[in-house]
Nanobody
Framework: VQLVESGGGLVQPGGSLRLSCSASGFTFWRYDMSWYRQAPGKDRELVGSISSAGGSTHYADSVKGRFTISRDNAKNTVYLQMNNLKPEDTAVYYC?????????????WGQGTQVTVSS
């Protein structure tokens, strides 16, 4: 099982980035996908999520209207489009796959990609 994030980097405030998370080793289309982030000295927080078929998305209030999650199940990839970036968006961004099975769940994490918003 592997989740590999890419697309991070340094961007100026107001700029945009698109993160990708490429999945392998599991049935991607069965899993809900989420993006999390963790800034230095802070807890990891949920940025947003998308259902397995892509029909439902949810976002943290802090990114609503600026970030968009999408997925391509044919490519086993989930995306995070980030617009109007702010310095407070600086963090390591992680993707997570989760699938509820009975009373438990399977979940997998990527290794993260750094996003730095600075002038």
């Amino acid at each position: 099982v592997q989740l590999v994030e890419s697309g991070g980097g340094l961007v100026q405030p107001g700029g945009s980035l698109r993160l990708s998370c490429s999945a392998s080793g599991f049935t991607f289309w069965r899993y809900d996908m989420s993006w999390y982030r963790q800034a230095p000295g802070k807890d990891r927080e949920l940025v947003g999520s998308i259902s397995s078929a892509g029909g439902s998305t949810h976002y943290a209030d802090s990114v609503k209207g600026r970030f968009t999650i999408s997925r391509d199940n044919a490519k086993n990839t989930v995306y995070l489009q980030m617009n109007n970036l702010k310095p407070e968006d600086t963090a390591v961004y992680y993707c997570k796959a989760v699938r509820a099975v009975g009373l438990g769940e399977y979940d997998y994490w990527g290794q993260g990609t750094q996003v730095t918003v600075s002038s």
